[in-house]
């Protein structure tokens, strides 16, 4: 499932491999994944232009493009979001093979699967060179469209201040999990994120945000710091150090002490029976 650090390594891919690339075609035909498009609006919005830039807030990523030719106004925003299940390939080569390298979700055996599943390709540019981009999705649950709006996200999670957090985190009866997933409060935290930061922060995820005092809510905004950077240096959330203790009969791996679950803020979550046993 991914989340920002996935959607973070998901730029940095398209900012190595797809940017200043002259589009030379456009597959949109899929009318779920490109709604509100109709087939064909995305092609001739961007077919002669480049990609030049790959930019993401949260778990947005969007990626400018150029004018036409060079006199011109540059195109409208390429708007792509993974969903649960989204996977992004770039190749750089002709043909439909792709290096393991530039493929982004899951482990490396399962990222050379995706790739090869061309019945679940949602959208694809080709680029003039013959390389690809493409959107690999078995559950459709991803998202392409031009311009997309994020004025409503968040400050992104990756480079919030301290100060910005407390804010976000200061007000209101929320349960912290809950706020924590608010992508209009901090951009870019899933379930899996969540439960980590609080795991290593040791605050109990159904208190409630305004009876955290700033010296928990400093320790929080660290601990979602040192998280994020962990899980984009490994490649994925999925590498936590709470998350395989996520189930019944997990330990928790500091203290041994037995993992609780419960539903918080609508969401499946889990936390450690001993260190995180405090309010509420």
């Known amino acids: 499932m991914p989340e920002l650090p996935e959607v973070e390594t998901a730029r940095r891919v398209l900012e190595d491999g797809a940017l200043h690339r002259r589009i030379a075609d456009v597959d949109d035909t899929d009318t779920f994944v490109c709604r509100p498009h109709r087939p064909g609006d995305i092609r001739r919005a961007l077919l002669g232009r480049e990609l030049t830039a790959a930019r993401r807030r949260g778990k947005s990523l969007w990626l400018p493009t150029s004018a036409v030719d060079p006199s011109g106004t540059p195109g409208p925003d390429l708007g792509l979001h993974l969903g649960m299940s989204g996977v992004i390939v770039v190749t750089t080569a002709p043909g439909d093979g792709a290096d393991a390298a530039n493929l982004v979700g899951g482990d490396t055996k399962n990222r050379q699967a995706a790739a090869t599943r061309t019945g679940w390709q949602r959208f694809r540019l080709t680029f003039q060179d013959g390389g690809r981009l493409a959107l690999i999705d078995a559950r459709r649950l991803s998202r392409v469209r031009l311009d997309p709006e994020i004025a409503a ?24 999990k809950a706020r924590l997933l608010d992508q209009a409060a901090v951009a870019g935290i899933g379930n899996l994120l969540a439960d980590e930061t609080l795991w290593l922060a040791k605050i109990n995820p159904a208190t409630r945000v305004n009876a955290l005092d700033r010296t928990e809510v400093d320790r929080l905004g660290r601990a979602l710091r040192r998280a994020l950077r962990s899980a984009t240096d490994k490649g994925g959330v999925h590498t936590g150090a709470v998350i395989a ?10 203290c041994h002490a037995e993992m609780r679950h419960a539903t918080v803020g609508g969401r499946s979550t889990w936390w450690c029976s001993r260190e995180q046993a405090g309010r509420p």
């Not at 996200?153 to 912290?176: Q, Y």
């Not at 203790?245 to 500091?254: E, H, S, V």
């Open 153 to 176: 996200l968040g400050p992104d999670a990756l480079g919030i201040t301290p100060a910005v957090f407390r804010s976000a985190m200061g007000h209101g009866s929320s349960p912290v």
């Open 245 to 254: 203790a996520r189930l019944p009969g997990g330990r928790c791996p500091r």
